[in-house]
């Protein structure tokens, strides 16, 4: 029984996405936002379709450091590359930007910011351990 509990609560985790509010609020009990967009998703911000310049609830994964995103149907790599600073944990919880066609910027709730480029659409991340 607590392993379907477990399942259910990442199957909502993993269900879709959602565009902050006017406020720019956002909750941090937001089950709408996935933990990590990837291909396998079909909803905003993970999928083809973001507005240039409104910021969406974006959770990006810095385990093994600020390595790529999927965000508006294709990755994105860091410009420049950087390390993600020491306050932030393995998957940061923020707002994702298109600032403009091929770029975007991630900031963080807690603090800090990381410019992204639009990879080549031969792109795929690199195992992380």
Not at 64 to 80: K, N, S
Not at 111 to 127: E, L, M, N, Q
């Given at each position: 029984?607590?392993?379907?509990?477990v399942l259910l609560v990442l199957a909502f985790a993993l269900a879709g996405c959602s565009v902050l509010s006017p406020?720019?609020?956002?909750?941090?009990?937001?089950?709408?936002?996935?933990?990590?967009?990837?291909?396998?998703?079909?909803?905003?911000?993970?999928?083809?379709?973001?507005?240039?310049?409104?910021?969406?609830?974006?959770?990006?994964?810095?385990?093994?450091?600020?390595?790529?995103?999927?965000?508006?149907?294709?990755?994105?790599?860091?410009?420049?590359?950087?390390?993600?600073?020491?306050?932030?944990?393995?998957?940061?919880?923020?707002?994702?930007?298109?600032?403009?066609?091929?770029?975007?910027?991630?900031?963080?709730?807690?603090?800090?910011?990381?410019?992204?480029?639009?990879?080549?659409?031969?792109?795929?991340?690199?195992?992380?351990?």
């Amino acid at each position: 029984m607590r392993r379907l509990s477990v399942l259910l609560v990442l199957a909502f985790a993993l269900a879709g996405c959602s565009v902050l509010s006017p406020t720019g609020e956002e909750g941090a009990d937001d089950f709408r936002v996935p933990l990590v967009c990837g291909p396998e998703h079909n909803k905003l911000p993970c999928t083809a379709g973001v507005e240039e310049g409104v910021g969406y609830r974006f959770n990006l994964l810095t385990h093994c450091g600020i390595e790529w995103a999927y965000f508006d149907g294709r990755y994105w790599v860091p410009m420049p590359m950087l390390d993600a600073p020491s306050h932030w944990a393995g998957i940061e919880a923020g707002t994702m930007v298109l600032e403009r066609r091929g770029v975007a910027v991630f900031e963080a709730t807690k603090g800090g910011t990381a410019h992204f480029v639009a990879a080549p659409r031969s792109y795929r991340p690199p195992d992380c351990e």
